[in-house]
Nanobody, 123 residues
Framework: QVHLVESGGGSVQAGGSLRLSCAAS????????RGWIRQAPGKEREFVAAIAWSGHMTDYADSVKGRFTISRDNAKNTMYLQMNSLKPEDTAVYYC????????????????WGQGTQVTVSS
């Protein structure tokens, strides 16, 4: 049984920062990438960022490039999303996700989902 548990969401003013964490329990054998997907009210889920669990590859949505940084700690089986210069349009529920590849996560082909954490950015 695999569980992904997010933490670190909250409310912040525009220009502020938040750091999300995603801790995994259980063994994820075939999912070699982790990432973040978000869903704003009334909108579809969209790719935010992803990282390979082995190697150094990362990928970001154009809307967050230069502001968000994804990282991982393999020893702790934990992934992070540092979000800086937050904007009101970043307001969404952020989901941790695991998939076979970065491309799979980009395409929302997800093997495991977290429960989501709310991020609210006020203007």
């Amino acid at each position: 049984q695999v569980h992904l548990v997010e933490s670190g969401g909250g409310s912040v003013q525009a220009g502020g920062s938040l750091r999300l964490s995603c801790a995994a329990s259980g063994r994820i054998f075939s999912s070699d990438a982790r990432g973040w997907i978000r869903q704003a009210p009334g909108k579809e889920r969209e790719f935010v960022a992803a990282i390979a669990w082995s190697g150094h590859m990362t990928d970001y949505a154009d809307s967050v490039k230069g502001r968000f940084t994804i990282s991982r700690d393999n020893a702790k089986n934990t992934m992070y999303l540092q979000m800086n210069s937050l904007k009101p349009e970043d307001t969404a529920v952020y989901y941790c996700a695991a998939g076979e590849t970065i491309a799979a996560i980009w395409g929302l082909d997800i093997d495991y989902w977290g429960q989501g954490t709310q991020v609210t950015v006020s203007s």
